[in-house]
């Protein structure tokens, strides 16, 4: 009851400033959890299963594309989720329920004709990984678990009769993935040796690895999957010997690259349009300001754009397909409309709706992506976009600096929950991909380099003093959001740059990058090397670690903070966070402090998004709301 008091309040708030004309949309509906998800259709294209819910637990249905009535649900968990599965053939799907406070691993099949359940593996404590799901060899598929070692995933087959699990690949302790071809053998896997990655071939599970190429920590070698039936020809994403991410194919058996088969000058190429299920390359995606596709075969294009044309305006991307192609599950959105899962028959051309990506948003009045560049103080060009709140005068606006994640990844056009969200509320949303973003190519990523605390951060606060300059943003009310690397980044604004804002929201948040690599999760610590190269080496560099750590700089805060951590976040210690709080409070500075003891690093009960959301709304009401 007080959280809904709390919400009515804030809201009757905003209302009386009067900030913008559009109807306030409530939290619930922004960040309420759907329905159903997980939509993946079956290798013969005549069922999709997908994971709903049933008296507060997730479970698996089905849907027979033939017979509508037929459609049925095959789980029953009523006191744990499921957590994930996967098509094993036409009739048996497995599933794995959602790991206990103790960790327990627990997996299990089911038939979709008989709905018949059983357990595949005994429950051990450990983590699992799909690896190859369709079966194979002697009924079987193949699966990563960790339970040996928690450092690293062991190579299992899992068997769907009685048979136990058997050993098919021990982890040396550097093996981070591996491609499966379409006989069930495991020839191809990365490893990660300190800073380098290795890929690895054999020609069949009988014969050891080899390794066929390395790179260091700035260069990329992303094999994708086998050509068509071939056991020795991949296709690849590569930046080997160039600065962008190229589709290139790959002579496995001689070691070789055959060729670029497609690279964009400006953007480096994205997964996608690969499809396992056939070993077919149909596409590739590429992003500028907005994502683009090539295709390979242009009778494949015309059936897509066939497709586009019947979600007119609407982008999409293709989840899975069955083992023909011609029956597919797409995700459709806009930057103003959340879309929906939809099921497409290229032969019929026949689309079907399966469920709407978020139904209370999907006619509401929202705010476009607007694609902007500016550049940086030492030339370096940045891209981002920018979300108007609606009916806004486009002047002298409140605007929230919302840096992501990472700062592996970037900003992209589409729906972006939170950024409607603020830009409901009255706030220019103001999104970039500062250096050391990925998508830009070896240069600019690695331009982010040990630019923690440095120049990542100045891409920041240039972005917002061209927003200023230009009459766009109120320097007098500007805050700074964000979450894990963009929470590090509000925190370091909060010490280094109290003038530029009114105040600062860090959602796990790096506050301490000792602690952050001294907890790094067992399974990550292949990574560990790399990630020295990165940020930094914490025992060599550790005057750099204190000068760019916030829990060292406290002192230096002039502005008020909200802090938010999960209990059970392992990138970001609750004790340093609990001690950066203290002494804000020591030395008189606002700060609130929202601690949710059983989280991990992104909140997933419902009532504890939204509780975070209405503090923030609150929040940032209270200091940038005239």
Same mark, same amino acid.
Not at 467 to 475: S, T
Not at 592 to 607: A, G, N
């Given at each position: 009851?007080?959280?809904?008091?709390?919400?009515?309040?804030?809201?009757?708030?905003?209302?009386?400033?009067?900030?913008?004309?559009?109807?306030?949309?409530?939290?619930?509906?922004?960040?309420?959890?759907?329905?159903?998800?997980?939509?993946?259709?079956?290798?013969?294209?005549?069922?999709?299963?997908?994971?709903?819910?049933?008296?507060?637990?997730?479970?698996?249905?089905?849907?027979?594309?033939?017979?509508?009535?037929?459609?049925?649900?095959?789980?029953?968990?009523?006191?744990?989720?499921?957590?994930?599965?996967?098509?094993?053939?036409?009739?048996?799907?497995?599933?794995?329920?959602?790991?206990?406070?103790?960790?327990?691993?627990?997996?299990?099949?089911?038939?979709?004709?008989?709905?018949?359940? $059983?357990?595949?593996?005994?429950?051990?404590?450990?983590?699992?990984? $799909?690896?190859?799901?369709?079966?194979?060899?002697? #009924?079987?598929?193949?699966?990563?678990?960790?339970?040996?070692?928690?450092?690293?995933?062991?190579?299992?087959?899992?068997?769907?009769?009685?048979?136990?699990?058997?050993?098919?690949?021990?982890?040396?302790?550097?093996?981070?993935?591996?491609?499966?071809?379409?006989?069930?053998?495991?020839?191809?896997?990365?490893?990660? %040796?300190?800073?380098?990655?290795?890929?690895?071939?054999?020609? @069949?599970?009988?014969?050891?690895?080899?390794?066929?190429?390395?790179?260091?920590?700035?260069?990329?070698?992303?094999?994708?999957?086998?050509?068509?039936?071939?056991?020795?020809?991949?296709?690849?994403?590569?930046?080997?010997?160039?600065?962008?991410?190229?589709?290139?194919?790959?002579?496995?058996?001689?070691?070789?690259?055959?060729?670029?088969?497609?690279?964009?000058?400006?953007?480096?190429?994205?997964?996608?349009?690969?499809?396992?299920?056939?070993?077919?390359?149909?596409?590739?995606?590429?992003?500028?300001?907005?994502?683009?596709?090539?295709?390979?075969?242009?009778?494949?294009?015309? +059936?897509?754009?066939?497709?586009?044309?019947?979600?007119?305006?609407?982008?999409?991307?293709?989840?899975?397909?069955?083992?023909?192609?011609?029956?597919?599950?797409?995700?459709?959105?806009?930057?103003?409309?959340?879309?929906?899962?939809?099921?497409?028959?290229?032969?019929?051309?026949?689309?079907?709706?399966?469920?709407?990506?978020?139904?209370?948003?999907?006619?509401?009045?929202?705010?476009?992506?607007?694609?902007?560049?500016?550049?940086?103080?030492?030339?370096?060009?940045?891209?981002?976009?920018?979300?108007?709140?609606?009916? @806004?005068?486009?002047?002298?606006?409140?605007?929230?600096?919302?840096?992501?994640?990472?700062?592996?990844?970037?900003?992209? $056009?589409?729906? %972006?929950?939170?950024?409607?969200?603020?830009?409901?509320?009255?706030?220019?949303?103001?999104?970039?991909?500062?250096?050391?973003?990925?998508?830009?190519?070896?240069?600019?990523?690695?331009?982010?380099?040990?630019? $923690?605390?440095?120049?990542?951060?100045? %891409?920041?606060?240039?972005?917002?003093?061209?927003?200023?300059?230009?009459?766009?943003?109120?320097?007098?009310?500007?805050?700074?959001?964000?979450?894990?690397?963009?929470?590090?980044?509000?925190?370091?604004?909060?010490?280094?740059?109290?003038?530029?804002?009114?105040?600062?929201?860090?959602?796990?948040?790096?506050?301490?990058?000792?602690?952050?690599?001294?907890?790094?999760?067992?399974?990550?610590?292949?990574?560990?090397?790399?990630?020295?190269?990165?940020?930094?080496?914490?025992?060599?560099?550790?005057?750099?670690?204190?000068?760019?750590?916030?829990?060292?700089?406290?002192?230096?805060?002039?502005?008020?903070?909200?802090?938010?951590?999960?209990?059970?976040?392992?990138?970001?210690?609750?004790? !340093?966070? #609990?001690?950066?709080?203290? +002494?804000?409070?020591?030395?008189?500075?606002?700060?609130?402090?929202?601690?949710?003891?059983?989280?991990?690093?992104?909140?997933?009960?419902?009532?504890?998004?939204?509780?975070?959301?209405?503090?923030?709304?609150?929040?940032?009401?209270?200091?940038?709301? !005239?």
């Amino acid at each position: 009851m007080k959280f809904w008091i709390g919400l009515f309040f804030s809201t009757l708030i905003l209302l009386g400033c009067q900030q913008h004309k559009a109807d306030l949309i409530p939290i619930n509906q922004f960040f309420s959890t759907p329905e159903k998800s997980s939509f993946k259709i079956s290798p013969n294209g005549r069922f999709i299963a997908y994971i709903g819910l049933d008296n507060h637990c997730k479970n698996i249905y089905l849907l027979d594309l033939l017979h509508q009535d037929s459609s049925k649900q095959l789980t029953y968990q009523n006191d744990i989720n499921v957590k994930s599965f996967a098509w094993n053939n036409d009739s048996k799907i497995s599933f794995l329920t959602e790991q206990s406070s103790q960790d327990s691993l627990r997996l299990y099949a089911v038939d979709i004709n008989t709905e018949r359940i $059983w357990p595949l593996i005994k429950p051990v404590r450990g983590k699992f990984r $799909w690896v190859h799901s369709v079966l194979t060899e002697g #009924n079987s598929f193949v699966a990563g678990i960790n339970d040996r070692d928690s450092s690293f995933f062991d190579l299992y087959r899992i068997y769907l009769d009685d048979r136990p699990r058997e050993l098919i690949l021990q982890n040396p302790g550097n093996m981070s993935s591996w491609i499966v071809s379409n006989d069930g053998q495991v020839r191809l896997a990365v490893a990660n %040796d300190s800073v380098q990655q290795s890929v690895l071939y054999r020609t @069949s599970d009988k014969d050891p690895f080899k390794e066929i190429i390395r790179c260091d920590v700035e260069s990329s070698f992303t094999p994708l999957g086998f050509k068509d039936s071939s056991r020795t020809i991949i296709y690849a994403l590569s930046n080997v010997d160039r600065d962008k991410l190229a589709l290139v194919s790959y002579d496995l058996a001689n070691n070789k690259e055959l060729g670029e088969i497609f690279s964009h000058k400006e953007v480096d190429v994205s997964p996608g349009g690969y499809f396992s299920e056939q070993n077919k390359l149909l596409f590739v995606n590429y992003t500028t300001s907005r994502q683009n596709r090539f295709f390979f075969d242009k009778s494949i294009k015309k +059936k897509y754009d066939q497709l586009s044309k019947q979600i007119d305006g609407f982008e999409f991307q293709v989840l899975n397909t069955d083992i023909t192609g011609e029956r597919v599950i797409i995700k459709t959105y806009t930057d103003i409309n959340p879309g929906g899962i939809y099921f497409y028959d290229f032969s019929t051309q026949k689309l079907t709706k399966l469920a709407d990506n978020n139904s209370d948003l999907k006619d509401k009045e929202l705010s476009p992506n607007e694609y902007i560049t500016y550049t940086a103080r030492d030339g370096v060009q940045i891209s981002g976009y920018l979300t108007y709140p609606v009916h @806004s005068n486009r002047k002298d606006l409140p605007m929230i600096v919302l840096p992501h994640d990472g700062p592996n990844g970037r900003e992209i $056009w589409g729906f %972006d929950h939170e950024a409607q969200f603020l830009a409901n509320r009255g706030y220019l949303v103001f999104q970039m991909n500062y250096r050391g973003s990925t998508g830009y190519g070896k240069k600019f990523w690695t331009a982010g380099f040990k630019e $923690w605390g440095g120049k990542i951060q100045d %891409d920041i606060t240039d972005g917002v003093k061209w927003l200023i300059k230009e009459g766009i943003a109120d320097r007098d009310r500007i805050a700074i959001v964000g979450k894990g690397f963009g929470g590090y980044s509000a925190l370091h604004a909060a010490c280094f740059n109290s003038d530029l804002y009114k105040c600062a929201v860090s959602y796990s948040g790096y506050t301490n990058l000792f602690t952050y690599f001294r907890d790094i999760p067992p399974y990550f610590k292949s990574y560990v090397q790399k990630m020295y190269q990165i940020v930094g080496n914490p025992i060599r560099e550790a005057e750099l670690f204190k000068n760019i750590s916030p829990v060292f700089h406290s002192d230096k805060v002039r502005i008020p903070v909200l802090l938010v951590q999960g209990g059970k976040d392992r990138f970001s210690s609750v004790t !340093d966070a #609990n001690q950066f709080v203290q +002494k804000l409070k020591n030395n008189h500075i606002p700060v609130q402090y929202i601690l949710k003891e059983d989280e991990d690093r992104t909140f997933k009960k419902d009532e504890n998004v939204f509780g975070y959301y209405n503090e923030l709304e609150r929040f940032l009401a209270k200091y940038l709301v !005239d």
